[in-house]
C-alpha cells in the first residue's frame, strides 16, 4: 500500500509560503502626508463647525488606485490632516474631493446646519481636485467652499 511521507505533501506549501509573505509585504507605493485648512469663502471656518473632508481617486485624471477605503480627514479648527484606514496619508495621484462642514445643533435631537453648497458633498459633482505628490507647495492641499 502506498504511504505518501507527511513532509512531501506539505513541502510544496513550505516552500511557497515565504514567497507569498514577502509578495503581500509593502505593497503599495509609499503614502503622502496630506494636510491643509478649509476656508469658508475667504472666511475661516466658524469655531464651532465639524466636518469631514473625503479623497476619491480621479479616474479621468489617471488615478485608477482601488483603495479599500477613501482617504478622509475630520476638520477640526478648520484644518485637516487625511488618512486611509489606520494609514496618514494617501498615495500620489489626482483626488476629487468632498467636504462636509456643519454646526451642530444646540437641541440634543435637532438637525445640524450645513455651512456649504450640497455640490461639495457629492465626488460627482464637485469642483474640488488636488494633485497629491511628494514636493507639493505649502498650501497645496488647502480647500475653498462656498456657502
Not at 510544496?12 to 516552500?15: D, F, I, R
Not at 477640526?76 to 485637516?80: A, L, M, P, S
Given at each position: 500500500?502506498?504511504r505518501?511521507r507527511p513532509?512531501?505533501?506539505?513541502r510544496?506549501?513550505?516552500?511557497l509560503f515565504?514567497l507569498?509573505?514577502?509578495a503581500g509585504?509593502?505593497?503599495?507605493p509609499?503614502?503622502?502626508?496630506?494636510?491643509?485648512?478649509?476656508?469658508?469663502?475667504?472666511?475661516p471656518?466658524?469655531p464651532n463647525?465639524?466636518?469631514t473632508v473625503?479623497?476619491?481617486?480621479d479616474?479621468?485624471?489617471?488615478n485608477k488606485a482601488?483603495?479599500?477605503?477613501?482617504?478622509?480627514?475630520?476638520i477640526?479648527?478648520?484644518?485637516?490632516s487625511v488618512?486611509?484606514?489606520?494609514q496618514e496619508?494617501?498615495?500620489?495621484g489626482?483626488y476629487?474631493?468632498t467636504?462636509?462642514?456643519?454646526?451642530?445643533?444646540?437641541?440634543p435631537?435637532?438637525?445640524?446646519?450645513?455651512l456649504i453648497n450640497e455640490?461639495?458633498?457629492s465626488?460627482?459633482?464637485?469642483?474640488?481636485?488636488v494633485?497629491v505628490?511628494?514636493?507639493?507647495?505649502p498650501?497645496a492641499?488647502d480647500?475653498k467652499?462656498t456657502?
Open positions: 500500500m502506498f505518501p513532509f512531501s505533501v506539505w510544496p506549501l513550505l516552500l515565504p507569498l509573505v514577502v509585504c509593502g505593497g503599495g509609499k503614502p503622502i502626508a496630506v494636510q491643509g485648512k478649509v476656508t469658508l469663502g475667504d472666511q471656518l466658524p463647525a465639524e466636518g473625503t479623497f476619491y481617486p479616474a479621468a485624471k489617471g482601488k483603495l479599500q477605503y477613501p482617504p478622509l480627514g475630520t477640526k479648527d478648520g484644518k485637516y488618512g486611509s484606514g489606520k496619508g494617501t498615495p500620489a489626482w476629487k474631493v467636504v462636509t462642514a456643519i454646526i451642530p445643533s444646540k437641541e435631537y435637532g438637525v445640524p446646519t450645513s455640490q461639495f458633498n465626488p460627482e459633482k464637485t469642483p474640488l481636485g494633485e505628490k511628494p514636493d507639493a507647495a498650501g492641499y480647500l467652499v456657502p
